[in-house]
């Protein structure tokens, strides 16, 4: 799954569309979506999308020991 799909199924979870989480995060509906199809969104960005919707947002590698990095 891509992290685009992550987010649209984030926004159904959510109960928000496209637009309006675009419109949260200060960006256009327009740039927002053609973010979305490059699915280039930096960890500072989806960390502000975690939040917009009140979720949490986890960002580690879980070596086979079980550390996490």
């Known amino acids: 799954m891509t992290i685009s799909e992550q987010i649209k199924i ?3 979870c959510s109960n928000i569309s496209i637009s309006e989480l675009a419109r949260r995060l200060g960006k256009t509906p327009q740039s927002f979506n ?5 699915g280039s969104f ?11 919707v009140d ?3 986890l960002r580690y590698f879980i070596l086979p020991n079980g550390e996490k990095i």
Do not use: G, Q
């Open 34 to 38: 053609a973010k979305l199809k490059r």
């Open 10 to 12: 984030l926004c159904v």
């Open 55 to 57: 979720a949490k947002f």
């Open 42 to 52: 930096t960890i500072d960005e989806l960390i502000s999308i975690s939040e917009v």
